[in-house]
């Protein structure tokens, strides 16, 4: 009767080893895990750094647009004040 409880505590023993086929795939899953995060958080900061970049370079290029096209007005008022001038002086 005795070697019937010996071996039950040996079984208990062996049934509460963590099985190492259980922690396996778990620690490999959580590297994958953790390689996907990286990969989306990088992603993720690459594009806001060209959605920046590309703000920069539009806000850029409508300073210019707007510098040239104040220039384009102010150089068509005074060509119609040169015309309104030579028509009242030939209808003279």
Known sequence: MEEIYVNVE??????SRPSTNQTGPRSSERRFHGAVVLCLGLLSVF???????LGVHYSND???????RDLLNANLT???????????????
């Open 10 to 15: 040996e079984n208990k023993s062996v049934a």
């Open 47 to 53: 594009l806001l750094a060209g959605l920046i970049g």
């Open 62 to 68: 409508i300073r210019g647009l707007t510098e040239e």
């Open 78 to 92: 005074e060509t119609t004040e040169e015309l309104n001038r030579l028509q009242s002086l030939s209808k003279q």
